[in-house]
């Protein structure tokens, strides 16, 4: 403590058959670790961390390997609807919760499989929330909310 930023990037996981959510329950489940991460960085005074909300990158079920490897038990096409309606919630979920927003689909995809970051789309992220960091950092710095 204090911490100053946390990158957040969840909801891939969520978009499992077995859970049956829909992308206004993820980013639900979202913005409820963004309270608590809010609320226990805000301990002893300071002030809360700074929170990156990632996006998470498309499901793709187009992909060469991705019915090998997921269908029918683990994602399907549903899962990749889903996945491209994600985003838009947990831009919401950002603005409601006074946090940066990214979305890791505008410069990454997925390799292969289907659901896992290809070798290039690392690299392409890790640019994006190196920028991301930087101006959250530059606007604190100058005194401008997030």
């Known amino acids: 403590m204090p911490l100053d930023l946390v990158i957040l990037m969840l909801g ?7 859970f049956n959510r829909n ?3 993820i980013a639900e489940a979202a913005k409820g670790l963004i309270t608590l991460i809010q609320g226990k960085t805000a301990k002893d005074g300071h002030d809360p961390a700074r929170i990156v ?4 990158i498309l499901v793709d079920d187009q992909a060469p390997s991705f019915a090998k490897f997921y269908v029918p038990d683990y994602y399907n096409h549903e899962s990749a609807i889903k996945s491209q309606q994600l985003s838009n919630e947990l831009t919401e979920t950002a603005v409601e919760t006074n946090c940066t ?4 689909a505008k410069v990454a995809h997925a390799g292969d499989d289907g659901l896992h970051f290809s070798q290039e789309a690392h690299a392409s992220l890790a640019d994006l929330l190196i920028q991301t960091v930087q101006t959250v950092f ?3 710095s100058q005194g401008k909310a997030l």
């Open 23 to 25: 992308p206004r329950n």
């Open 12 to 18: 891939t996981n969520d978009l499992k058959i077995e």
């Open 138 to 140: 530059d606007d604190a």
């Open 101 to 104: 927003f990214v979305d890791a």
């Open 53 to 56: 909300l990632v996006s998470p």
